[in-house]
């Protein structure tokens, strides 16, 4: 099952990774992802990738980004700003890792439950993506909203909005360059 959002000018698109019969798990992924962006762009899409990896859909000027956990798939795209999307869902080696990836402030507000410690994985994560800025330094050039409820985050100084869902089953993360226009 596919759920799609709309959320101001992003279109986000999630679906459960259904692995069939002698189908790797990388297969499934990306035969799922294809699914999300034929199902929001039509069938004829298809993908590039910039030698930072990032994807990009070929003869188009829409913004992609592409993310998948364990289980899950998920999409965003927008025709307005570079975004960022991750998807992850709940895991242990999060708190071994955290103080690689963020500064003593934002342990003190996210590393407090793991729920909130996934929250700004993710968000790192969908901030790097967003930023198309190869070799930032999590710790340093991506800075997380604090307090976490903030809809603000910041990657070498530029200012960007984030949101965060969160479900049972995965925690997601948007994040979208602000235009200076915006501000």
Same mark, same amino acid.
């Given at each position: 099952?596919?759920?799609?959002?709309?959320?101001?000018?992003?279109?986000?698109?999630?679906?459960?990774?259904?692995? !069939?019969?002698?189908?790797? &798990?990388?297969?499934? +992924?990306?035969?799922?992802?294809?699914?999300? %962006?034929? =199902?929001? @762009?039509?069938?004829?899409?298809?993908?590039?990738?910039?030698?930072?990896?990032?994807?990009?859909?070929?003869?188009?000027?829409?913004?992609?980004?592409?993310?998948?956990?364990?289980?899950?798939?998920?999409?965003?795209?927008?025709?307005?700003?570079?975004?960022?999307?991750?998807?992850?869902?709940?895991?242990?080696?999060? !708190?071994?890792?955290?103080? &690689?990836?963020?500064? +003593?402030?934002?342990?003190?507000?996210?590393? %407090?439950? =793991?729920? @909130?410690?996934?929250?700004?994985?993710?968000?790192?994560?969908?901030?790097?993506?967003?930023?198309?800025?190869?070799?930032?330094?999590?710790?340093?050039?991506?800075?997380?909203?604090?307090?976490?409820?903030?809809?603000?985050?910041?990657?070498?100084?530029?200012?960007?909005?984030?949101?965060?869902?969160?479900?049972?089953?995965?925690?997601?993360?948007?994040?979208?360059?602000?235009?200076?226009?915006?501000?």
């Amino acid at each position: 099952m596919t759920v799609k959002l709309s959320l101001n000018d992003m279109t986000l698109l999630v679906a459960e990774i259904d692995n !069939r019969e002698g189908e790797t &798990r990388r297969d499934a +992924e990306k035969r799922v992802t294809m699914s999300l %962006i034929h =199902d929001a @762009l039509g069938a004829g899409t298809t993908l590039g990738h910039h030698e930072s990896g990032a994807p990009y859909v070929i003869g188009s000027d829409i913004n992609i980004s592409i993310s998948h956990s364990r289980h899950y798939a998920a999409i965003a795209i927008s025709a307005a700003s570079h975004i960022g999307i991750d998807i992850e869902e709940q895991r242990q080696q999060l !708190r071994r890792v955290a103080h &690689r990836v963020m500064s +003593e402030a934002e342990l003190k507000s996210y590393a %407090i439950t =793991d729920p @909130l410690l996934l929250q700004a994985w993710t968000l790192k994560e969908a901030l790097y993506k967003a930023a198309l800025t190869p070799g930032l330094d999590f710790r340093r050039d991506i800075v997380l909203p604090l307090p976490p409820a903030s809809p603000t985050a910041f990657v070498s100084g530029r200012a960007y909005s984030v949101e965060t869902l969160v479900t049972n089953g995965y925690t997601l993360a948007l994040a979208k360059v602000i235009n200076m226009l915006e501000q």
